[in-house]
């Protein structure tokens, strides 16, 4: 289980007695009982806290300059540099923090398709995000783990936190993926998210050479045996929608689609469970007993029942656990072509329309736009929904020109006439403290009809702010829900909001590299009327 691309300090750190190598699900949950750090929940999941980080803390998030990153890596906001000369000595620290703690780590797989896959190993100073990871990500057969050699080394030490004016970071807080020396280095922060995540992002740089378009997106299979993918930010519905009772879910957050179709790059789930309920989200609270780890879910002090609406820690709570434990899961999860590829947002204007049919080119422009809000809770420092644009619905994951995915997406489109559209999970009637949240049943209905091909003989019409298809009926669906300036009682008010976005658009749409059909096939900015 040693690897030529392991660095000697950490093989020096993995030979100490205090480690504990591939543990079971039941072993880590007695190891995390054992230590404080978490509590069992009366349905039997661990139920722990992350502290101040209740969210990813994208300004603390770095890649290494260097010769492997330089001239590939689209460096700003989203691709911080960090320089190689305070990666080295920041790493000796973590390490020298780490070899008096008792240890944890495990070694799994990224990528359900063994031509893509990824061998990583997980080196961590909690119990709970080893089990985290061990339920998150693809675990290894007891015949695979003989000849596992990782490729990727994530070292989490949250009790560990940087001084910035030594370190060179901008907090306490710092996740900084090294390419050159295969490694991740976390610190400062207990969201068991940032190891999630930073896997993700190493993807969405690896596999576009080989010819496989990353996507941060869920996907599913229909009783037709057909996949359709859920795009979106966190918040915008890509679990809840993609857990259907009624399909075969094949994972919820990360895939690739390669010239055979579409995997899964995990092994579990990480789902939102702020106001999770039986009636409206089934499979997933089903899939939360013992093995599953709930994250800031308050309990009954006595009882131990979770309460799923109070979000007195976060109304980020999560719940992360394997994607077997959805009844009727795809294992292991690979699907076919898609047919269907839905762009979810939460307009916190109110403006877009609930559903939408896009050609190829507005696919494009509104996957490189990715508008959405960011939800309360999903990083440090919301707490209410923000307009918000995120290239590619991922920008914090996308560490290649924007162009790069959006090509590969286009061209997916067309090779395989597959439909994309667009879902407004967000605000009808008026903006966010006016208007009411799109209802998920509704929204369950649209989702359900496009899939089906029930909207293939409705007529659409183009609604005029954005030059968006949209239906005229839609089973389910009341009529008036369908065109969004009808649903506003002051009409005046939606024209004048929906010149505002559309302006909005025009305006963070410059800093791209685009097709002149694809800049074309945006919204053009108009006065209100």
């Not at 295969?182 to 992002?201: H, N, R």
């Not at 659409?460 to 949209?470: V, Y």
Request: with cysteine; hydrophobic share 40%; charged share 20%.
């Amino acid at each position: 289980m040693s690897s030529l691309l392991q660095t000697p300090q950490v093989s020096q750190l993995l030979g100490q007695n205090n480690v504990h190598r591939n543990l079971f699900a039941p072993q880590l949950v007695e190891a995390a009982l054992r230590r404080g750090e978490a509590e069992l929940a009366a349905h039997g999941s661990l139920v722990a806290g992350t502290g101040k980080c209740t969210g990813r803390s994208p300004k603390d998030k770095f890649a290494v300059k260097d010769s492997a990153t330089e001239s590939k890596i689209a460096w700003g906001s989203a691709n911080q540099p960090f320089p190689p000369e305070k990666f080295a000595p920041l790493y000796e620290r973590v390490l020298d923090h780490l070899r008096s703690k008792e240890l944890f780590v495990q070694d799994l797989f990224c990528g359900a398709d063994p031509q893509y896959q990824l061998p990583i190993q997980v080196i961590n100073e909690y119990a709970w995000h080893n089990l985290f990871v061990r339920q998150l990500f693809i675990r290894p057969t007891v015949e695979e783990l003989k000849t596992h050699s990782p490729q990727f080394t994530i070292v989490s030490a949250p009790g560990f936190l940087a001084d910035p004016k030594r370190d060179g970071t901008n907090s306490e807080v710092f996740v900084i993926v090294n390419f050159a020396k295969k490694l991740v280095l976390i610190g400062g922060t207990q969201y068991a998210g940032e190891m999630k995540k930073s896997i993700f992002g190493i993807m969405n740089f690896l596999l576009p050479e080989r010819n496989v378009f990353p996507m941060h997106c869920s996907a599913n299979i229909g009783s037709d045996g057909v996949t359709a993918l859920f795009f979106g930010l966190s918040g915008t519905g890509k679990t809840t929608l993609s857990a259907d009772p009624g399909r075969r879910l094949i994972g919820d957050d990360e895939h690739g689609w390669s010239a055979t179709g579409v995997f899964n790059f995990e092994g579990g789930c990480y789902a939102k469970c702020i106001h999770l309920s039986a009636e409206t989200e089934p499979q997933i609270y089903n899939a939360l007993h013992f093995g599953s780890v709930l994250e800031n879910v308050v309990i009954d002090p006595i009882t131990r029942i979770p309460n799923y609406d109070d979000d007195s820690q976060t109304e980020n709570t999560r719940a992360a656990y394997p994607v077997e434990f959805i009844h009727n899961a795809v294992i292991p999860g690979f699907g076919g072509h898609p047919k269907n590829v839905v762009f979810l947002t939460a307009d916190a204007f109110g403006v877009l329309p609930p559903v939408a049919k896009l050609t190829p080119e507005q696919a494009m422009y509104h996957f490189m736009s990715g508008y959405t809000a960011k939800v309360a809770g999903t990083e440090a420092g919301v707490t209410e929904p923000q307009a918000t644009f995120s290239t590619c619905f991922g920008a914090p994951f996308m560490p290649l020109p924007p162009k790069v995915y959006a090509e590969m997406l286009g061209r997916r489109l067309r090779e395989h006439a597959a439909q994309c559209w667009l879902v407004n999970t967000g605000w009808q009637g008026g903006g966010y403290g006016i208007g009411k949240r799109m209802s998920l049943p509704h929204t369950r209905a649209m989702v359900n009809a496009l899939v089906e091909g029930k909207l293939a003989d409705v007529e659409f019409e183009i609604e005029p702010a954005f030059g968006l298809s949209i239906p005229k009926a839609c089973p389910g669906v009341p009529p008036e829900l369908l065109a969004p300036r009808n649903s506003w009682k002051d009409q005046a008010a939606y024209d004048k909001q929906a010149a505002d976005l559309s302006q909005r658009f025009a305006k963070n749409f410059q800093q791209f590299d685009a097709p002149q059909a694809v800049k074309d096939a945006g919204p053009k900015p108009v006065a209100a009327k």
